[in-house]
């Protein structure tokens, strides 16, 4: 099946540094999401990139949509302590009616305040 | 708060068990996810549902099964229960199922089985 290798694993980072991390796969996906995920919560949609090329921004956080369509970045500027979280790709293809998602392991941020 | 409620938050039961966690969608989202989430495995899709119909299949094992009731709530079993089905079982919902609608998330429910 489709597979998603996300990096990097984890980050220990400084507040005020910026944050860079991406996802690849071995198969094309027509949309590409990023995904934050606090402790005892479901993941939250940081970012939707719908258009190879894409490239979006929300507040600090900005993603792009690889041209070859097998991956895509997040970057995240000016890290302040509630950065912290896992952040998650997520890769979505139409193929027929399904809409599923296929998700990346994670990156596990922390700031250092 | 996504609008997406699961019950319950947290679920500890023996091998050999059956169990059902619930899930209600966002007021008015038709479509509901449910996904597993290990830490081996990282978050799998499991199923989904749209209008009450099953509309696509992913790793979800024959020993599990689920529905979406009328109400448009869904419920996913769980039966003859394993270690290795400990894990974050999330729902997710979304207005319709087309490619560009954005999944809710649930704040999952907890499942050890000892």
């Known amino acids: 099946g489709q597979q998603l290798n996300q990096s990097p694993q984890s980050m220990f980072i400084q507040e005020g540094e910026d944050v860079s991390m991406n996802c690849t796969s071995s198969?094309?996906?027509?949309?590409w999401l990023w995904y934050k995920q606090e402790p005892g919560e479901g993941p939250v949609l940081l970012i939707a990139l719908y258009k190879a090329g894409e490239l979006t921004s929300n507040g600090r956080l900005t993603a792009q949509f690889g041209i070859t369509r097998k991956d895509s970045f997040l970057n995240i500027s000016a890290s302040i302590p509630s950065d912290v979280g896992i952040y998650f790709c997520a890769g979505r293809n139409s193929g027929g009616s399904n809409y599923k998602l296929t998700f990346g392991k994670g990156t596990l941020l922390t700031v250092n305040p | 708060d996504s609008g997406v409620t699961q019950t319950p938050k947290h679920l500890i039961t023996a091998t050999g068990q059956r169990v059902t966690l619930r899930c209600s969608p966002r007021s008015g989202d038709l479509s509901v996810y449910w996904y597993q989430q290990s830490l081996d495995q990282g978050l799998q899709f499991l199923i989904q549902?749209?209008?009450?119909?099953?509309?696509a299949k992913g790793n979800i094992l024959e020993r599990f099964s689920a529905q979406q009731f009328p109400d448009l709530h869904s419920e996913l079993n769980l039966s003859s229960l394993e270690l290795g089905d400990s894990a974050l079982y999330f729902c997710?919902?979304?207005?319709?199922?087309?490619?560009?609608?954005?999944?809710?998330f649930g704040p999952g429910t907890r499942l050890t089985v000892l």
């Open positions: 549902y749209y209008n009450g119909e099953e509309r």
């Open positions: 997710a919902s979304s207005v319709t199922s087309g490619k560009t609608d954005t999944q809710y």
């Open positions: 198969s094309i996906f027509n949309t």
